[in-house]
């Protein structure tokens, strides 16, 4: 779906924040983990899952500068 000219979408700031939060968990997954409950690690695999998934759709609706 085309987004028309002069529309806020506040996509590129969604997916700057994203890739941020991917980044920071997958740098500090291993301590993250530590202090998580036991068996936590699926729940932040899906994060990391979900977050790549959302920045992709992200990236392949905004329009290259």
Do not use: F, Q
Request: aromatic residues 6%.
């Amino acid at each position: 779906m085309p987004i028309p000219s002069n529309t806020r979408t506040y996509l590129p700031k969604l997916l700057t924040i994203m890739l941020l939060a991917c980044n920071y968990v997958l740098r500090y997954k291993v301590t993250i983990l530590k202090w998580l409950p036991p068996n936590s690690e699926p729940a932040l695999d899906a994060v990391i899952d979900a977050c790549s998934i959302l920045a992709a759709i992200v990236e392949d609706t905004l329009e290259p500068e």
